[in-house]
């Protein structure tokens, strides 16, 4: 169970889903408090900004180590 919310206007939409003991209402008040400027809710968005650099990081000491 879950729903679409739109965090800007011209973007594709997030879907908010409930979890474990928190109501779908919940969800979509704790992901609209963490709304700025990006589409993104900023924990997800940092996530993936730290996933981005530790794929490079990892994929230059790949290239290093196989010299």
Request: aromatic share 8%.
């Amino acid at each position: 169970m879950g729903r679409l919310l739109r965090s800007r206007d011209s973007v594709e939409p997030l879907y908010v889903n409930i979890g474990r003991r928190v109501s779908l209402t919940t969800a979509i008040d704790y992901v609209q408090s963490c709304l700025t400027r990006y589409r993104l809710p900023e924990p997800v968005r940092w996530a993936d900004v730290i996933a981005s650099y530790r794929e490079k990081t990892m994929e230059k000491a790949e290239k290093l180590v196989s010299r």
